[in-house]
């Protein structure tokens, strides 16, 4: 008698059998899988129904594969990185793991690339056989072994390989231009900018002062100072930036832009530029902006599971203003793409109009402000309304003209995604109609605002239990001693958070729906505090109350937490959270 084949299960139906998700949750996570165009595992790890670890195991049962956690000594102890390409390595999270037999084995997390099979086979010219790990600890092993988010070295930067002596004329006496002998100028930026993206900074300022100039770079929301370089560098140093960001290095006195893209560690790094005039010589900012950054998954931006329903069923409205707000640098742009990049299918056509464009989307038509030859913000979304897209997302709505428009287009049928700065989400109601909207306009156009900062997250590999806690800081976050007893964590420091006890950060939202009661309000010009309170009363968290779930799930503290959430109430606790 014939041996019958095999059934293979599908992923679903092995995490269902395991009772590690319901059939309702694998429903959830097909739909977001169809609507995304991402992997079912990929979608329920989003959705924080499993983590991928668990669809790891699932897919090794799937396709009758050896699994490697990746956790212990032994699980590691045949990877040979020197055994494959690195740009192979780090660009597909593969490790190889020796041979046997004349075929090499290779630890990869996704089973179902057979494109990546094919290009495993060609480039290490010999047969493969594949083992499945876990995508996080796969990246982990590979950035902890080569280099990707290491900690910045506390050695000085000016070495004697490394030195230059620049006193007035930075033409005069040294090359910043490089060339096949790099000057030494030269090999001292590609360093501070090399070492502060492997640090994971997200920005490096270069500050003159009288005597010196203080490099420091921006990690997790926080300034680092790294050096403080001799005063006979300023000049070479702060043109040999301005020179790789293609801006005028004789100009001094006023303000200049500029663009940098660098190839590091096998990817593409993007960096904004901006050089002002300061009393002691130019100030210089490097913006960095990692390609990968704007695509972490909406899951990592940190929502809670209620926030996150209510996110995706607001995106896929068909039309409506969706603002984000919040001050500089609190993650709003990063919001807007991850939610564009949910939408991003061929059957919806997509416009954007920014200033200036911070990453690059396939798919997506982006359309660069340029004030000097006339394409304003204005110019740019009336040209795009007669393109018939489906999303348009805004960078910033900052008068009136753009509002009015956005308006118009929310009201004519388009989904319309912007960013607007303001301290809550209440606020942003009042702030358009101060701009000249009329009320009844954004009360009818607005479908939800939502207000976000970002704050640290506690080193997963060296945070501990709090063994004691402030009793002002727990009555403030409305935290009782039993609540806070074994939740509560304390930042250690070890090598992998460079000693802060932090690493990486994610957002805090309350997140604002616009209820019939709120737009009779806002047409009625009510005031902020009255628009809040009707928020709260139909289930808006505000920032104070996000952050207390994230404290009690060990993600940070409640420092952190209280630097951004209702400081006016902080300080009359006469409460410290610098």
């Known amino acids: 008698m014939a041996r019958q084949p095999r059934v293979r299960l599908k992923l679903g139906e092995i995490l ?26 990929e979608a329920i790890v989003e959705a ?3 983590n991928d670890v668990q669809i790891a195991e699932a897919l090794a049962e799937q396709f ?23 740009d192979l390595i780090r660009k597909h999270l593969v490790l190889p793991a020796g041979q046997k037999s004349g075929r090499m084995q290779v630890i990869i997390h996704d089973p179902m690339d057979l494109e990546l099979l094919d290009l495993l086979r060609f480039r290490l010219n010999m047969e493969v056989d594949t083992i ?39 033409d005069a006496s040294v090359d910043i231009s490089g060339g096949e002998d790099d000057a030494p100028i030269v090999r001292l ?45 300023q000049a070479a140093l702060l043109a040999r930036m301005k020179l790789m960001a293609g801006v005028n290095i004789a100009e001094r006195r006023v303000p200049q832009d500029g663009r940098i893209k660098m190839f590091i560690d096998e990817s593409q790094v993007d960096f904004r530029v901006s050089c ?49 707000t919040g001050p500089t640098g609190s993650g709003k742009t990063t919001t807007l793409y991850s939610a564009l990049d949910v939408l991003n299918r061929p059957d919806r056509k997509i416009i954007t109009a920014e200033d200036p464009i911070e990453y690059s989307f396939a798919g997506i038509n982006q359309c660069q402000v340029n004030d000097e030859i006339g394409l304003t913000f204005p110019s740019i979304l009336r040209s795009m309304l007669r393109q018939a897209p489906n999303v348009i997302l805004i960078g910033e709505i900052r008068d009136r003209e753009v509002a009015d428009i956005a308006v118009q287009a929310a009201l004519t049928g388009h989904l319309v995604f912007s960013t607007l700065h303001t301290n809550d989400a209440p606020s942003a109601i009042t702030r358009l109609i101060d701009m000249g909207v009329k009320p009844y306009l954004a009360a009818s156009s607005i479908q939800a605002i939502m207000a976000q900062r970002l704050i640290r997250v506690l080193c997963s590999s060296c945070k501990r239990e709090a063994e004691s806690f402030d009793e002002k800081m727990l ?12 939740k509560i964590m ?89």
């Open 16 to 41: 269902v059998r395991q009772k590690l998700i319901t059939d309702e949750q694998l429903e959830q996570a097909l739909s977001l899988a169809r609507g995304s165009g991402r992997r079912l595992g």
């Open 48 to 50: 924080s129904f499993c």
């Open 64 to 86: 009758d594969m050896e699994f490697n956690g990746l956790t212990e000594p032994e699980d590691v102890a045949d990877v040979d990185l020197d055994a494959a390409p690195t």
């Open 132 to 170: 499945i790990a876990p995508r996080s600890a796969i990246k982990e092993f590979i950035d902890a072994q080569m280099g990707g988010g290491q900690a910045v070295s506390q050695e000085s930067l000016v070495t004697e390989s490394i030195d230059v002596t620049v006193d007035r004329s930075v």
């Open 189 to 233: 930026a590609t360093k501070i900018i090399h070492e502060a993206v492997r640090g994971r900074a997200s920005d490096i300022h270069i500050e003159p002062m009288s005597d010196r100039v203080v490099l420091r770079y921006r990690i997790d929301g926080v300034c680092v100072v790294r050096d403080k370089l001799p005063k006979r560098m």
């Open 276 to 324: 002002c005039p300061a009393y002691h010589g130019e100030s210089v900012v490097l913006r960095i902006l990692r390609p990968d950054s704007a695509r972490v998954g909406l899951l990592s931006l940190g929502f809670e599971q209620d926030h996150l329903d209510v996110f995706n069923r607001v995106i896929r409205r068909p039309n409506g203003i969706f603002l984000v």
């Open 475 to 486: 009555k403030l976050m409305n935290i009782s001693e039993s609540e806070a007893q074994g």
């Open 490 to 578: 304390d930042p250690v420091g070890c090598p992998k958070c460079n000693g802060l006890g932090f690493r990486g950060r994610q957002a805090i939202f309350e997140l604002m729906i616009m209820t019939t009661e709120i737009r009779e309000m806002a047409f009625e010009r009510a005031p902020v505090s009255d628009i809040r309170q009707s928020a709260i009363r139909n289930g808006m968290r505000d920032l104070l109350g996000d952050g207390r779930l994230k404290i009690l799930k060990g993600t940070t503290t409640p420092g952190e937490v209280a630097k951004f959430a209702q400081a006016d109430t902080l300080v009359g606790a006469n409460i410290d959270v610098a």
